[in-house]
C-alpha cells in the first residue's frame, strides 16, 4: 500500500520535470527572463537554509532568530538576514520577532516530513563549487573533479542515491512492464545504486533472481533498502569495480541504468563487450540512460545534464543514441532495437 504523501511527491515530481522540460522547449526569452536566469541570489539562500537544516530547527515551533542561530550554533546578525530574505522568498512566516515554516517547507524540507524532498537540495549544494568553475572548464577543457563522486564522497553519494531511489519508484514500475523478463531467471542491475530497479523487477516478475553490482561504498545503502523491502532472498549484492572485476553470471538479463554517463566512450564500449560475455546465448542488454539527439540540443533537460556533467565527473558525459547503439554492434549484440526514444535501447546475444 502506497502512502498517499509518497503518492503526492511522485504527482509532484512528475509534474515539475514535465513541466520544466516544456518551459525550456517552449522557450522564448524577455529581458526580464534572461535576467532571471542569471538570478542565482534565492537559489544560494535556499540551498543554505537546506544545508543547514534551518527548517528542521523550526519544524517543532514558531522561534526567533536568536534562539534558531543558538540551535544551529550560527552568527545570529546574518541567519536572521537569511530567515528574513527566507520569508520573502515565501519558505518562513513571520510574526514578531517569531519565524514559522510555511507549509510548503514544513512538507518537503523538513528531514522527518515523508515529502522530504532536501536530497536533492543538498546535492545542488554540494556541487556548487563544481558550477563556479564552468568557465575554467570550457576554457581548458578540463573538468574540476578528479573522479565522480560515488568514489570521491560516499556521504553524498547516499544523498544522489536517495534521489534517484525516489526517481525510480515513478519509473521503474512501468520500465519493468515494458521490458518483458517473464522468462528470465536471472537478472544483473550493473551499477544498480539503491537496488530500486532490481527490486521492481523482481516484484513484477515472481520467479526472478537480481544481483545487484556495485561499488563496496555503495552496497551499504543497498544492503540497507533491500532489507528495509524484505527482499534479502532475491536480491543478491556484490561488490567490485564493474570496469576492473569479474561480473559474475551467465545472466539472462542486464540492466544498466545511468551508469554510461559518467564514463568515456572507450570505457563505455569495453564494458557492453564486458556484458556481452556474461550474459548465455539469447539474453539481453537493457541500457537506460541520458541519450541526446544527434545535434546535441534535445531533450532541453539532457542538454543542460550534459553541462553538469562536464563539471561534476571526471570523463562523463551525454551520449547519442547512435553511439550506445555502436557500442552494442561492436560487442555483438544483435536485434537492436530503441525502445524509448533518448531513454532505453536493448539488444540480444
Ligand atoms: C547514477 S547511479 C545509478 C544507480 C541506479 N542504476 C539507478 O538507475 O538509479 C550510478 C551507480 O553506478 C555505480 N558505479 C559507478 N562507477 C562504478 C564502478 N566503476 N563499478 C561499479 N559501480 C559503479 C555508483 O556507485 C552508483 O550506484
Redesign the pocket.
Given at each position: 500500500m502506497i502512502s498517499p504523501a509518497v503518492l503526492a511527491f511522485r504527482a509532484k515530481f512528475n509534474i515539475e520535470f514535465k513541466f520544466f522540460e516544456e518551459v525550456l522547449l517552449a522557450r522564448s526569452l524577455s529581458l526580464a527572463e534572461i535576467f532571471q536566469l542569471g538570478y542565482y541570489w534565492e537559489s544560494k539562500i535556499l540551498l543554505t537554509a537546506v544545508k543547514l537544516d534551518l527548517f528542521g530547527t523550526l519544524a517543532p515551533l514558531p522561534a526567533t532568530a536568536v534562539e534558531v542561530a543558538s540551535r544551529l550554533r550560527t552568527s545570529p546578525g546574518p541567519t536572521e538576514l537569511l530567515m528574513n530574505a527566507l520569508v520573502s522568498i515565501g519558505l518562513l512566516r513571520k510574526d514578531g520577532a517569531h519565524y514559522a515554516n510555511a507549509p510548503e517547507a514544513q512538507n518537503f524540507l523538513v528531514k522527518e516530513s515523508p515529502s522530504y524532498a532536501g536530497h536533492l537540495l543538498l546535492l545542488q549544494d554540494a556541487e556548487w563549487a563544481n558550477w563556479g568553475q564552468l568557465e575554467t572548464a570550457v576554457l581548458t577543457g578540463k573538468s574540476p573533479v578528479r573522479e565522480?563522486l560515488?568514489r570521491s564522497d560516499p556521504g553524498l553519494?547516499e544523498n544522489?542515491?536517495m534521489v534517484?531511489?525516489r526517481v525510480?519508484l515513478q519509473h521503474a514500475p512501468s520500465l519493468a512492464k515494458q521490458v518483458d523478463l517473464s522468462s528470465a531467471r536471472t537478472l544483473l542491475?550493473l551499477?544498480?545504486?539503491?537496488g530500486?530497479?532490481a527490486m521492481t523487477f523482481c516484484r513484477t516478475y515472481p520467479d526472478l533472481i537480481a544481483t545487484v553490482?556495485?561499488?563496496p561504498?555503495?552496497l551499504g545503502t543497498t544492503e540497507r533498502m533491500v532489507k528495509e523491502a524484505g527482499l534479502e532472498g532475491r536480491v543478491h549484492l556484490q561488490a567490485?569495480?564493474?570496469?576492473r572485476d569479474a561480473l559474475g553470471g551467465p545472466y539472462d538479463a542486464v540492466l544498466m541504468?545511468?551508469?554510461l554517463h559518467?564514463q568515456e566512450s572507450s570505457a563505455n564500449a569495453a564494458l557492453v563487450a564486458k556484458v556481452y560475455r556474461t550474459l548465455v546465448p539469447g539474453g539481453r542488454l537493457v541500457i537506460?540512460d541520458r541519450f541526446l539527439d544527434p545535434d546535441g540540443t534535445s531533450p532541453a533537460w539532457t542538454a543542460v545534464f550534459a553541462v553538469h556533467l562536464l563539471v561534476n565527473t571526471e570523463k562523463g558525459r551525454c551520449y547519442t543514441m547512435a553511439e550506445a547503439e555502436q557500442w552494442l554492434k561492436d560487442a555483438g549484440f544483435t536485434a537492436i532495437h530503441e525502445r524509448d526514444r533518448s531513454s532505453l535501447v536493448e539488444g540480444v546475444k
Open positions: 565522480h560515488f553519494a544522489v542515491l534517484l531511489h525510480a542491475d551499477g544498480g545504486g539503491a530500486t530497479h553490482f556495485d561499488l561504498e555503495t567490485g569495480d564493474f570496469n541504468s545511468d551508469i559518467y537506460k
